[in-house]
């Protein structure tokens, strides 16, 4: 059974930075696309960015220079470092892990607060 657990959310100021963790259990972590999504109040979830087993990468536009996801897979661990943080950042953040990069074979985790005051 999957289980992913993230850590990491918090308040923080305008401009500042959060490390966001997710740590996977009960899986083969090199078959799965690990990603973060998020979902703010009244919103739609959506991508933030994802890493596929090699090690690429994809941003959504709103955190493309602000954002970097990255992955251990000794650990079984993705990461989402966030910097230069806006307010608009605020959302609930969401693990997820794509058995073998698709999105119908997704798994979530419970999700972690990100607040970003002005």
């Known amino acids: 059974q999957v289980q992913l657990v993230e850590s990491g959310g918090g308040l923080v100021q305008a401009g500042g930075s959060l490390r966001l963790s997710c740590a996977a259990s009960?899986?083969?972590?090199?078959?799965?696309?690990m990603g973060w999504h998020r979902q703010a109040p009244g919103k739609q979830r959506e991508l933030v960015a994802d890493?596929?087993?090699?090690?690429?990468?994809n941003y959504a536009d709103s955190v493309k220079g602000r954002f970097t996801i990255s992955r251990d897979n000794a650990k079984k661990t993705v990461y989402l470092q966030m910097n230069s943080l806006k307010p608009e950042d605020t959302a609930v953040y969401y693990c997820?892990?794509?058995?073998?990069?698709?999105?119908?074979?997704?798994?979530w985790g419970q999700g972690t607060q990100v607040t970003v005051s002005s």
């Open positions: 890493i596929t087993s090699g090690g690429i990468t």
């Open positions: 997820n892990a794509d058995f073998g990069g698709l999105p119908g074979r997704r798994s």
């Open positions: 009960g899986i083969v972590f090199s078959s799965y696309l």
